[in-house]
C-alpha cells in the first residue's frame, strides 16, 4: 500500500469515568490516538430495532501499526469527519505487520 492512501485523519477515543471535586462521577469520551487512516465504505442499511428504524454505515479503517494502534480495542470508538462508529477487533493485514484494519460500525436511529 502507498501510504499517499492515508489521507484521512481519525480519532480513537476511550471511555473514562472519573469523579468531579464534588465526588460525582463524570462519563467521558478522551482521545487515546489520533491518526492518518484510510477510510473506506463498505456498506450501509435499514432495519427496525425495538420499535425505531435503525440505519447503519460500516466502513473499513486502515491505520499504520505502531505501538499505539496496536493498543486501539473494540472497547473504542472511531470519530472520524463528525461521525462516530463502534469498532471491531482490529486484523492485521499481509506483509510485515505494517497496517492494521478495523471495521466501524455507525448506528443512527430515529423515532418512526
Not at 476511550?14 to 489520533?34: H, I, K, M, V
Not at 469498532?87 to 443512527?108: D, V
Request: aromatic residues 8%; hydrophobic residues 35%.
Amino acid at each position: 500500500m502507498r501510504i499517499g492512501r492515508l489521507r484521512h485523519r481519525v480519532t480513537f477515543e476511550q471511555f473514562n469515568e472519573t469523579e468531579n471535586s464534588f465526588g460525582e462521577p463524570e462519563r467521558a469520551w478522551n482521545e487515546y490516538l489520533s491518526c492518518r487512516a484510510e477510510v473506506l465504505p463498505v456498506r450501509s442499511g435499514d432495519g427496525i430495532a425495538e420499535g425505531q428504524e435503525l440505519a447503519t454505515s460500516e466502513v473499513k479503517i486502515l491505520v499504520r501499526a505502531s505501538s499505539a494502534s496496536r493498543g486501539v480495542t473494540s472497547a473504542m470508538r472511531a470519530v472520524y469527519d463528525g461521525q462516530v462508529f463502534d469498532l471491531s477487533p482490529s486484523r492485521k493485514l499481509a506483509g510485515r505487520n505494517r497496517y492494521l484494519e478495523f471495521t466501524g460500525i455507525e448506528r443512527s436511529s430515529s423515532d418512526g
